[in-house]
C-alpha cells in the first residue's frame, strides 16, 4: 500500500470517529427527566400566572425576581411558609401573592427543585437587590 493510502484511511477513520463521538455527545441528555410531581407544578406555575412577574431560564415576566436558583436561596421551609401565607406585594402592597394549598405547594417546590437543578451555568447573575440583603444578613 502506498504510504498516501494509508494516509487517506487514517484521516478518514479519525473523521469517522470524531463524528460519531460528536453524535454520542449530543444525545446525552443535558436535563435530567422531569418527575410527575415537577410536571403538576408546572401547570400550577401556568394556570396561576406565575410567569406575568417572574421568569425562569428568562422566559416570562420582569417585574419580579427570576426564580430559576430560588431553590438555593431560600430554605424550603420559608417557600412553604410564603407560599402558605403569601405577605403583600410591593410597591403597592395591597395585593397578595395566591395562597396555594399544601398540596399545591409541594407540586410548585417539586417544579422549582427541578428548574434549580438545570445546569445554567450561573445564570441568572444574583439581582443588586438580593446581594444587598446578603450583605445585610452578614452584618447582623
Ligand atoms: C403580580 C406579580 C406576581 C405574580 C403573578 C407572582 N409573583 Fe411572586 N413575587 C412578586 C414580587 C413583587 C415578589 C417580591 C416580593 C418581596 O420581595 O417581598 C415576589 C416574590 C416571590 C417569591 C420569593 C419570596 C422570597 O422569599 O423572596 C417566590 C418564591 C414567588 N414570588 C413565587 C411565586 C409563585 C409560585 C407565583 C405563582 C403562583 C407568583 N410568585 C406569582 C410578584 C408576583
Redesign the pocket.
Known sequence: MKPAEIWLICITLAALSLFALLIFSSLVRITPPMPPAAVAGSK??RE???M???SLLSSG?Y???D?TK?ISQ?TEA??RQ??AQP?P??PHSR?T??G?TAEESEK?LAFLRYVNKIDTRNWPPPPLVEEKRSKERQNR
Open positions: 400550577l406555575w396561576y400566572g406565575c406575568e412577574c417572574h415576566g417585574s419580579a425576581l426564580l430560588i431560600r420559608e417557600l410564603f407560599f405577605p406585594m410591593p395585593r401573592h395566591v396555594l410548585m
